[in-house]
Every structure is written in structure tokens, then in C-alpha cells.
């Protein structure tokens, strides 16, 4: 079952990566590392290994997976790429963008993994790791991050290895995610580009690439699924209540700190930690998950967090925190 499985801790070098692509052609689980956090991979063309993910990760089995190749022309054999998705493909790939489209004829992406849409999630990862891992694996890989479903996602191997170990086949070590947030959602269908999840590439930049503004996301109330998962409210969940766009640290609180200035009450915090001292948007999306974990691991009941700035990463980073002090289900 998903939790006796003795997990296999691999390098990234030549023999590492060969395992990890063989237990992944064989219908197995492999953590390894993006630019964005660690994802738990599978091979998506097979569905009983895409249920391995569901089983692992404890994770509610409506959520569409992303499946991820190592460029665009693979891309182009799961999914159909009009001008719009064609220009945002080639502005961000490899990057931290997730591209929605219309599957392809020759699409091998199974069913499950798409959730039966008729619409499939691709993405090409900036990561030497993950992109050598996929060129052997040779089939998409489809990955959520590398956590239990409602923990805080994984930027460093060992967070995989807190939630997952022995219910997956191995983990690749590749250190810290540079970017720290997962990727930014964009869907490209019926002519319309919309924004379905904040994340390592800012609103403006796709804006800027598309050459106009987005458009509107239209949720139909009939949709029984999330149209996209991440909008399950308490997704990002650290055991410690969160409390958001705090002006004041109250004693005993765990504080999550942003730019030079400290809020009042600050030294009286069971913990601190600042996201960004100098007030960077991107380094604090990449401290973001560890700084919650960290915090979370204090014992704390709560966690202050400071304000952060709508733009730019901002409103990646608020979306994340926003779903972390959601009430839980
Ligand atoms: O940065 C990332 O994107 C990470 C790393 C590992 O690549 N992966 C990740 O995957 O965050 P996951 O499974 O947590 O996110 C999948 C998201 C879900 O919110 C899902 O709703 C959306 O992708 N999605 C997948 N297929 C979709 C589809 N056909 N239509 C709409 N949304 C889709
Ligand atoms: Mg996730």
C-alpha cells in the first residue's frame, strides 16, 4: 500500500537520474525538484500511476493534474497551441507558467489526469533536474507538488520526505526552488486567456507578452469541480491559524515579517520570521512555504503575517497566505 513503500533518497547525478526515469516508466512515484517546489511525479500516460498520486498525497481525486515535458514541441503533442498560447509558450518556457489547452488527437495524457476535461495542463520547468528527467523518462510526467493535500507545498527535499516518505519510490535531492511558488495558470481555450492561479510569473509580465490585458475568468456555479484545484479554500493549510495583513504582533504569535521596518509588538513573538528584509517580492515568494513550515514547527497557535504588496509576485504570495487562513474543511 501507498504507506510501506521504503523511499529511495537519489542524487541528481547520471545514476540517480536513471533510476528515478526507470521507476517512473515503470508505473512509479518520484519526487524530484522544479524551479517553482519539489513535484511528486508519475508517468501521466499511465493511469494506474497517475492514481498512485491521488492515493499518496491523500488528495481529492477531481483535481486535474499538470503534465509536464521538457520543451514545447513535446507540449505540441499533447495539447493544441493557438497564437495566444503559442506567444505565451515561447515568452515563459522554460519557466514557471502552466499553459491550459485544448488536448491534442495525439494526446497520451490519461484520463484521470486530466480529470475527464477535454483540456490538458502543460508545462516546460526551468530546472536542469527536472528537465533531464524528463527527457529519459520520454512520456509527460504529471506532478502536483510534493506534499500531503492541504500542507504547505515543498521547497526542499526534506519537506517531501516530512510528508511522504515511505509512501513513494524515491525522492531526487536538487536543494532549495529557486522560485518558490508553484506556477502561474493560465488557460488558453475558446479564444479567451484567463487567469487561474497566481504564481511564479506575474500577471503584468503575461499581459506584456500577450500584448493585452487578460480576460475575465468566468466560473460557472454548475461546475461541481474547482476549475482550478488550487481554489480549494484551505490548500495551503500550516497547523497554526494564520492571520492576515497584520499591523501588530500580539504576544505569543509567530510573526511573518516583510521588508526593513518590524510591526509593533514584534519582539514579544514566539518566532520570526522575515520574508524578504529588504522588502524583494521574489525573494519572499522563495522563503514563503519554508518560512510557514518554519513557523508552524514553533508550536505557535497563530501566525501573524505583515502585509505584502499586491504586485508583481505579491499577488502569488497573498493568494498562498490567503488560502492558508482559510477556515478548514
Ligand atoms: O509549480 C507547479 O505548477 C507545481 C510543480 C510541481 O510543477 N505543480 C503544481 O501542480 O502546482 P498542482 O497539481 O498542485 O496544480 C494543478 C493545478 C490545479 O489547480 C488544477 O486545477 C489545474 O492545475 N489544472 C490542471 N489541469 C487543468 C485543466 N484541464 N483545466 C483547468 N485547470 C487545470
Ligand atoms: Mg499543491
Known sequence: TASTRRTARLQPDEAGLARAAALLRDGGLVAFPTETVYGLGADATDGRAVAGIYAAKERPSFNPLIAHVPDLAA???????????????????????????????TCSVADLATA?????????PAHA??????????????????????RVSPTAAEHVLEDLDGRIDAVVSGGPTEVGVESTIVSCLDGK???????????????????????EAV???????????????SHYAPKAAVRLAAQAIRP????????????????????????SPSGDLAEAAAN?????????????????????????LGEAINDRLRRAAAPRG
Open 75 to 105: 507540449a505540441q503533442r499533447e495539447g493544441v497551441f493557438g497564437a495566444d498560447a503559442l506567444a505565451l509558450a515561447r515568452a515563459f518556457w522554460p519557466g514557471p507558467l502552466t499553459l491550459v489547452v485544448p488536448k491534442a488527437p
Open 252 to 275: 505569543g504569535e509567530a510573526a511573518l515579517l516583510f521588508g526593513p521596518s518590524s510591526p509593533q509588538g514584534a519582539a514579544g513573538a514566539a518566532a520570526t520570521a522575515n520574508l
Open 129 to 150: 533536474i527536472a528537465n533531464a528527467l524528463l527527457r529519459l523518462v520520454g512520456r509527460p510526467v504529471a506532478a502536483p507538488s510534493a506534499n500531503r493535500s492541504g
Open 116 to 124: 475527464g476535461l477535454d483540456s490538458v495542463a502543460l508545462r516546460v
Open 288 to 312: 514563503l512555504f519554508a518560512m510557514l513550515r518554519r513557523l508552524d514547527g514553533s508550536g505557535a497557535a497563530t501566525i501573524a503575517a505583515a502585509p505584502i504588496p499586491d504586485r508583481g
Open 219 to 233: 466560473f460557472s456555479e454548475a461546475d461541481h469541480a474547482p476549475v482550478a484545484p488550487g481554489m480549494l479554500a
Open 193 to 215: 486567456v484567463t487567469l487561474l492561479r497566481p504564481g511564479g510569473v506575474a500577471r503584468d509580465a503575461i499581459e506584456t507578452a500577450l500584448g493585452r490585458g487578460l480576460d
